[in-house]
């Protein structure tokens, strides 16, 4: 048993490292501002929605928004960081 449990620790391990060993830098943005787009799509569609129930939507629009918004953030902070990689 603690053979396999550290084989498996072993091997995840390895995997990692050979991941990180052979990840490349991202070059291009361009796939994180069409993502960031479309976010800010979905934004807008959601203010819509909410505007035509009448915002009542059991606080879930609310949240929405609020997960949208976050993600929006992220990602406009990735294609900086990518830019700056660059």
Known sequence: MKKTLLATILSVC???AAGIALA???HD????ESA???VLEAIKELDRARAANHYDMAGHGAKAEE???AA???L???IEAAKMAR
């Not at 943005?29 to 994180?32: H, V």
């Open 14 to 16: 390895l995997s990692f």
């Open 24 to 26: 490349e830098k991202v």
């Open 29 to 32: 943005w361009a796939d994180l």
């Open 36 to 38: 960031h787009n479309h």
């Open 67 to 69: 997960h949208l918004r």
């Open 72 to 74: 929006e953030r992220e």
């Open 76 to 78: 406009h902070e990735s």
